[in-house]
C-alpha cells in the first residue's frame, strides 16, 4: 500500500458507505411479518427470504474484495452502492417476485460494499493517524452495525405508523445512499499498487492457509451473524401473538436494541482487544452461547420481555464477535489480500442467516425452546475448540497488519 497522508476523519466517507448498504441489508427485516399477513406467506417462506439475502452476499464479498485489491476500494463501493439502491426499488415494489429479487441483490451490494468498506476504513485510519490502524475492525463493525440498528428502526416506525407502509419505509435509504455515493466520490483513493499475479490469485488469498485462520477464525465467523440473526429474524415472530397490533414496531425495536447492544459492546471489545489474541475470541462466544440459552428461556415462555433481554445478550455477542474477528484477520492478511481475505471471512460469518431457517424447518420435530437449547450446546463447544486453538496457534507478529498494530501482550 502507498503512504499516502490523509485527514483524522478520512475514514468517514468510507463508513458511511458501509452503513447505508446496511441500512438497505436490514431495513426489511422488520416487514417480514407485514409481508406475512399481506401476501400470506408461511414462516419457512419468511426465514428463506431473509436467507436469501445471504446467497447474493457470498458471491458479492467474494468477489468484490479482491476486485477492490485490484482496482482500488472507492470504485467498488460506488457500484455496490448503487446496486443497493436498486435492491431497494425491487423491495418497495411490494410483490412476492420484488421481495426475492431484491434481497438477492440486496446480498450482492452488501458483500461487494462490506469486503471492500472494511478494508478502505481500516488503510484510511491507518494513513490518518499514528493508532489508526489498531482502531480499524471496531470503526468497521460499528459503521456497519451503525446502518444494520438505524434501518430496521426507522423502516419499523413508518410501516407501523406511515401511509403505505409497504413503500414509505424504503424513501429514507434512498436518500441516504444518495448521501453516502457523494461522500464516497470525495474520499481519497488509498490503494493505488495493483497486487502481482492475476485476478485468479487474488480470489485464493493465501491467508486462507494460516493455521490459526483455519482452527480459530474459521469456527467463529458463523456465529457472528446466528446470534445476530436468531434476535432480527426468528425471536420476534415466536411472540407475535402477544404484541398484536404492535408486531411491526416491536420487531424494529427488537432490531435496534440488538444491533445498538453491538455497539454500546465496543469498549469492550477495545478492552478485550488490549488484552491480548485469545481473549475477545473467548469471551465473544461465552457472550453468544449465554445468549442462545437466553434465547430458549424466551423461545419456552413466548414472554416478549424475555426477547428483548435475550436480544440485547446476542447483539453484545455479534459486536465482539465481529471485531475479534476481523481483528484476527488483520493481523493474518498480507497487505495486498486485506479486501481478500477479509470477503473470505464475512463469507462464513454470513452462513449464520441459515440458522433461523434451519430453526423454522425444525420446529415439526423440535420445539423452538428445544432447538435453540441444542444450538447453544453447540456455541459452547466452539467456545471450548476455539480456545485451546488460540492458546496454541499464536498470531503472526511479522505481518503487515501485525507490524501496524504493534506486538500483543
Not at 207 to 229: K, Q
Request: net charge positive.
Amino acid at each position: 500500500m502507498d503512504a499516502v497522508t490523509t485527514t483524522p476523519r478520512a475514514w468517514w466517507g468510507a463508513a458511511l458507505a458501509v452503513a447505508a448498504v446496511g441500512w438497505g441489508a436490514n431495513q426489511f427485516v422488520p416487514l417480514l411479518l407485514l409481508y406475512r399477513d399481506r401476501l400470506d406467506l408461511s414462516t419457512a417462506t419468511l426465514q428463506a427470504l431473509f436467507g436469501l439475502y445471504a446467497l447474493g452476499l457470498v458471491p458479492g464479498l467474494l468477489l468484490g474484495g479482491p476486485i477492490s485489491d485490484r482496482h482500488g476500494r472507492r470504485r467498488v463501493a460506488l457500484l455496490a452502492l448503487a446496486t443497493s439502491l436498486l435492491a431497494t426499488t425491487l423491495l418497495s415494489a411490494g410483490t412476492c417476485g420484488g421481495l426475492y429479487a431484491g434481497r438477492l441483490i440486496a446480498g450482492v451490494a452488501s458483500g461487494a460494499a462490506f469486503a471492500s468498506g472494511a478494508a478502505w476504513i481500516k488503510e484510511l485510519s491507518a494513513a490518518g493517524s499514528p493508532t489508526g490502524a489498531r482502531r480499524g475492525p471496531r470503526r468497521a463493525t460499528v459503521a456497519m452495525t451503525v446502518g444494520f440498528a438505524a434501518g430496521p428502526l426507522v423502516a419499523g416506525v413508518l410501516a407501523q405508523w406511515a401511509p403505505a407502509p409497504t413503500v414509505v419505509p424504503y424513501l429514507p435509504h434512498l436518500a441516504l445512499t444518495a448521501a453516502a455515493i457523494g461522500a464516497a466520490l470525495r474520499t481519497p483513493e488509498i490503494r493505488h499498487a495493483r497486487p502481482a499475479g492475476g485476478l485468479w490469485r487474488q480470489l485464493r488469498p493465501t491467508g486462507t492457509h494460516d493455521h490459526r485462520f483455519r482452527t480459530v477464525v474459521l469456527p467463529l465467523a458463523p456465529w457472528v451473524f446466528a446470534s445476530a440473526s436468531i434476535a432480527l429474524s426468528y425471536l420476534p415472530g415466536l411472540v407475535a401473538d402477544r404484541v398484536a397490533g404492535h408486531a411491526v414496531v416491536f420487531s424494529a425495536g427488537n432490531a435496534g436494541l440488538t444491533a445498538g447492544a453491538g455497539i454500546a459492546v465496543q469498549p469492550l471489545a477495545r478492552r478485550l482487544e488490549q488484552a491480548g489474541a485469545g481473549r475477545p475470541i473467548r469471551v465473544s462466544l461465552t457472550l453468544v452461547a449465554l445468549g442462545v440459552l437466553a434465547a430458549a428461556t424466551a423461545a419456552a415462555s413466548t414472554e416478549p420481555a424475555l426477547v428483548l433481554a435475550a436480544a440485547a445478550v446476542l447483539g453484545a455477542g455479534y459486536g465482539c464477535c465481529q471485531v475479534a474477528g476481523f481483528a484476527e484477520v488483520q493481523r493474518i492478511a498480507a497487505a495486498d489480500e486485506l479486501a481478500g481475505l477479509t470477503a473470505v471471512y464475512q463469507a462464513v460469518t454470513y452462513l449464520g442467516f441459515a440458522v433461523p431457517f434451519v430453526l423454522a424447518a425444525a420446529e415439526p420435530v423440535l420445539a423452538p425452546g428445544r432447538s435453540l437449547s441444542i444450538l447453544a450446546a453447540l456455541a459452547a463447544g466452539t467456545l471450548w475448540w476455539t480456545s485451546r486453538r488460540a492458546a496454541r496457534a499464536r498470531p503472526d507478529q511479522g505481518s503487515p497488519i501485525g507490524a501496524l498494530r504493534g506486538p500483543e501482550h
